[in-house]
């Protein structure tokens, strides 16, 4: 998939990702599983290959989980059948991925949600089932999940609207506040448009209130101190996104932030009884 990569690399995301909280014995399925996810979102994403060229691509990607098909799908199911994984987390992100080929509008809420259900939650589901977890937690990690790619579409409305035409912001919610998509494509959000963002951010603050004990559920340790300090960045982000305009104002962690934030949260976690 050289072709279409984008050269973002896991150190590029805007959460941790297999970071060195976690043990280093779930790393490799965690980062297998990143490679594979990277290398479709990439087709996907592509602002230049057809449509039918990225459905072939991401039809490559889910043969390769066969055993038959892109390297990185086929090194994840390599390992998947190691450690006795469930691959239904991988099949339901290309269903995401595919639909992100196929559909650039989304018409409330609701349907932003089952888009997640499909993009985010079974990024959370897999780490969960590397690390053994009960799936009785599932729910908690949906909530974070899901949080955490609104905040990504929030963060970069702008970019998806005008390198890929995608727009991710309930349409039903620009329309509430007279606005539309090609309010997007401006250097500056316009007073309606930040309503709406701000409104979204809000709601996503909703869902970080139900992920906010999903930390202290987890069994692992090391793996429960690592969502602590993902929950406190998209926090920040939320509140962040209610005040900030994204297509003028930068809404991205520093490096310097993100450090704090992450110190912070580690000790609050520790000091409620959280150990690593």
């Known amino acids: 998939m050289s072709e279409l990569s984008s050269g973002k690399g896991h150190r590029d995301e805007n959460f941790p990702v297999a970071s060195f909280l976690l043990r280093p014995e779930y790393r490799a399925p965690i980062m297998a599983f990143y490679r594979f996810a990277r290398a479709a979102d990439d087709i996907a994403d592509h602002a230049e290959a057809t449509e039918a060229e990225k459905l072939r691509l991401l039809g490559e990607m889910r043969a390769g989980l066969g055993g038959n098909g892109a390297p990185e799908a086929m090194a994840l199911a390599e390992v ?84 890929v035409g995608r727009v991710y912001l309930p349409l039903d919610a620009l329309a ?35 992920s906010a004990a999903f930390a202290s559920a987890i069994r692992d340790r090391r793996l429960a101190a690592e969502v602590a300090v993902i929950q406190a960045q998209a926090e920040d982000l939320a509140t962040l996104l209610t005040r900030r305009d994204p297509l003028s104002e930068p809404v991205h962690h520093s490096k310097l932030r993100m450090g704090g934030v992450a110190i912070k949260a580690l000790l609050r976690h520790w000091f409620a009884g959280g150990q690593a």
Do not use: K
């Open 80 to 163: 998947a059948r190691e450690r006795r994984l469930d691959l239904v987390h991988a099949h339901e992100l290309l269903d995401a991925f595919c639909q992100d080929v196929t559909q650039r509008r989304y018409p409330d809420w609701e349907a932003l949600m089952a888009y997640c259900r499909l993009s985010a939650m079974p990024v959370g589901r897999f780490v969960l089932d590397v690390h053994g977890e009960d799936r009785s937690i599932w729910p908690l990690s949906d909530a974070l999940c899901a949080a955490l790619q609104v905040i990504n579409h929030l963060q970069d409305c702008g970019e998806d609207y005008r390198d």
């Open 176 to 210: 509430a506040a007279g606005t539309g998509v090609e309010a997007l494509g401006e250097d500056r959000a316009s007073p309606a448009l930040r309503q709406v963002i701000a409104r979204l951010a809000r709601q996503t603050e909703g869902l970080l209130a139900q």
